[in-house]
């Protein structure tokens, strides 16, 4: 089973902002089951969506130099669950972006109806090479990207 945390990005500005697309799986949304729960994409997945994007962000803004590692999310609140085959459409806006931290604000919608919000959500930036190949992430990108970027992410 492939899970992937975002899987469109359809607008970004460097430094700036970014926005994405989550849609919900079936193996996804079918991980609480055995809790007992109804079908939906669990809260902790719905913010993984809002960190991977500020990563997107991040790894856009800095040419591939750096990435995001998530540290801390200051408030984050989970309006209402993501459903099968719902889409969520994800919104981050940098607050901060320094050489080494990243501070950003997130929001959620599925078909207008909020699913979160996440205020102060915080990273500490890395050498992206440390993580993964630059790459991979390069290959990944005109898979996932349905826009043109507001920078040069070559």
């Avoid at 089973?1 to 469109?8: E, F, S, T």
């Avoid at 801390?72 to 050489?99: C, D, I, K, N, S």
């Avoid at 207008?112 to 993964?132: F, K, N, T, Y």
């Avoid at 990207?145 to 920078?151: D, L, V």
């Amino acid at each position: 089973m492939k899970l992937r945390a975002l899987d469109r990005i359809t607008a970004w500005e460097a430094g700036t902002r970014a926005a994405g697309r989550k849609a919900v799986s079936f193996e996804e949304y079918c991980l609480r089951q055995p809790l007992g729960e109804p079908e939906r994409l669990p809260e902790s997945l719905v913010l993984q969506a809002a960190f991977e994007l500020a990563n997107w962000l991040v790894i856009l803004s800095s040419g591939y130099g750096q990435a995001a590692r998530p540290v801390a999310a200051g408030r984050v609140e989970f309006a209402g669950p993501l459903g099968p085959g719902e889409v969520m459409e994800v919104t981050v806006e940098a607050v901060e972006l320094t050489a080494d931290r990243l501070v950003f604000h997130a929001l959620g919608t599925a078909g207008g109806r909020p699913i979160l919000r996440c205020e102060g959500g915080e990273a500490e930036l890395v050498p992206l090479a440390s993580l993964e190949d630059p790459a991979d992430r390069r290959t990944l990108f005109s898979e996932i990207a349905t826009i043109e970027a507001g920078g040069s992410p070559t």
